[in-house]
């Protein structure tokens, strides 16, 4: 599985692809920041996200999109340009016909670093043994969007597993039941054949 994890942010969009199946070591494929210059218009800012976004996904080919899912900060300002961002990378995900996840930033620090409440410096030095990088990723946006692509891999994987094998119960129950309707059907038919010799 390939996933493309997207840090949303205005002036600093982190993103970072990884492959990798749950249960064995990850590897990164790529990593890097869009940056917006803050002088900019917002939306001509948001274009220049979306567009960047879609020359990853055409380039890389991820299978899904994890995003940080946008928590109420004091910072206003902050928080709306962060949602905004988030809503262009899931659309253009949706678009490109890719599955999107949204993971919240404690189930992301508690994926790679086994502690909901980690800080910047612990999740980036454990992106950076997970995936066994030469050096540490930066800035700081570029190593939250490896750890979102990794907590993706690590419990997308679990969850797709669950709902398959949910999806086979079903089939197997849908096939008893069927089969069950079946031999119903054939029993009054014969009991119909009977009574009609009579």
Known sequence: MRVLGVDPGLTRCG???????????PTMVAVGVIRTPPDLDVSQRLVRIESELIEWITEHRPDAVAVERVFAQHNVRTVMGTAQASGVAMVVAARSGLPVALHTPSEVKAAVTGSGRAGKE??????TRILQLPERPTPADAADALALAICHIWRGGVASRLQQAAASRSNVE?????????????LRAAVAAQEGKR
Do not use: D, I, N, Y
């Open 174 to 186: 849908a096939a008893a039941q069927a089969q069950s309707c079946l031999q119903v059907a054939r």
């Open 15 to 25: 993103l970072g692809v990884v492959e990798g199946t749950p249960g064995r070591p």
């Open 122 to 127: 612990q999740v980036t030095t454990m992106v």
